[in-house]
Nanobody, 123 residues
Framework: QVQLVESGGGSVQAGGSLRLSCAVSGYTPSYYWMGWFRQAPGKEREGVAT???????RYADSVKGRFTISKEDAKNTLYLQMNSLKPEDTAMYYCAFKYGISYGLAPTDFGYWGQGTQVTVSS
């Protein structure tokens, strides 16, 4: 059973940075995608960035050039470095995992989820 635990959320002023971490366990390290998703109050959950076992990445247009997804296989940890944060980045951030080779940012494709970590950006 794949398990994911996020950490690193918090409050920051616009223009600041945060790094989210996600400890992932119980998975077979081949043919998979991991990713970060977010959900703001009253909005649907949306994909932010994903990465696969070969380090291929995908980003939502809204975060390209500001956010960087990465992973450290030796530590079974997924990261999201967020720079130049904006108030519209405020949301609960979730990490997620799926097996398979098809890429994408659709939350419905991912079957394993963490509990989330809150990111609040003030203007």
């Amino acid at each position: 059973q794949v398990q994911l635990v996020e950490s690193g959320g918090g409050s920051v002023q616009a223009g600041g940075s945060l790094r989210l971490s996600c400890a992932v366990s119980g998975y077979t390290p081949s043919y998979y995608w991991m990713g970060w998703f977010r959900q703001a109050p009253g909005k649907e959950r949306e994909g932010v960035a994903t990465i696969n076992d070969l380090d291929s990445t995908r980003y939502a247009d809204s975060v390209k050039g500001r956010f960087t997804i990465s992973k450290e296989d030796a530590k079974n940890t997924l990261y999201l470095q967020m720079n130049s944060l904006k108030p519209e980045d405020t949301a609960m951030y979730y990490c997620a995992f799926k097996y398979g080779i098809s890429y994408g940012l659709a939350p419905t494709d991912f079957g394993y989820w963490g509990q989330g970590t809150q990111v609040t950006v003030s203007s």
